[in-house]
């Protein structure tokens, strides 16, 4: 597994962050088996008043990512891995009550079955390009792994009609679904 800690805004890590980093996100890691995560990347910035910390893990199925400031850099290592605990638990949580509230009655991996699209668009311009497979789910599926990702929206295969939808968060909190039909 690559395990990469950058440092940015001319901070360059030492070895005890690395291994400080590495230790806590071990047990992120934990929550699924060496085959779904092959890499981690942690970018540490400091700023004149506090430190900020950037986790990527790409995992099969989507990306858990966190951001964290804090004043002291291993606070904010610690905080970043209790955020992505809490997201990877709220997601099993949310996916064991939908599968119990369908009547499946079926044991639950540790591999998740979704994949992550992710674009951001700054000053009308492309600034990121990322191609998936989608993979059929149910829309309860779509929302648990959207909130996982901690993006605003989640493209998937929607597994009763083989379609492309689109799961979104509204500007009021709610959820909506965007439908895609050939024509």
């Known amino acids: 597994m690559k395990f990469e800690v950058l440092g940015k805004n001319g901070f360059v890590p030492t070895e005890?962050?690395?291994?400080?980093a590495e230790k806590r996100f071990n047990k992120v890691i934990s929550f699924f088996g060496p085959e779904?995560?092959?890499e981690v990347r942690v970018v540490c910035k400091v700023y004149k008043d506090h430190h900020k910390i950037e986790v990527t893990i790409p995992t099969k199925g989507t990306v858990l990512r966190a951001e964290?400031?804090?004043y002291d850099m291993y606070a904010a290592i610690d905080k970043a891995n209790d955020k992505l605990v809490a997201q990877i638990r709220r997601y099993k949580d949310?996916?064991?009550h939908?599968?119990?509230?369908?009547?499946?009655k079926q044991a639950y991996s540790n591999e998740f079955d979704a994949e992550s699209l992710e674009k951001d668009i700054l000053a009308s311009q492309l600034v990121k390009n990322k191609q998936v497979e989608l993979k059929?789910?149910?829309s309860e599926e779509a929302f648990a792994a959207m909130e996982l990702s901690g993006h605003d929206f989640y493209v998937y295969l929607d597994i009763h009609t083989l379609r492309t939808n689109v799961v979104y968060r509204r500007h009021d909190g709610d959820y909506a679904i965007i439908e895609t039909h050939n024509q």
Do not use: F, H, R
């Open 36 to 38: 779904v995560v092959s």
């Open 16 to 20: 005890a962050i690395k291994d400080y």
């Open 94 to 96: 949310k996916l064991k």
């Open 98 to 104: 939908n599968l119990e509230k369908e009547g499946i």
């Open 136 to 138: 059929p789910m149910t």
């Open 68 to 70: 964290v400031s804090d």
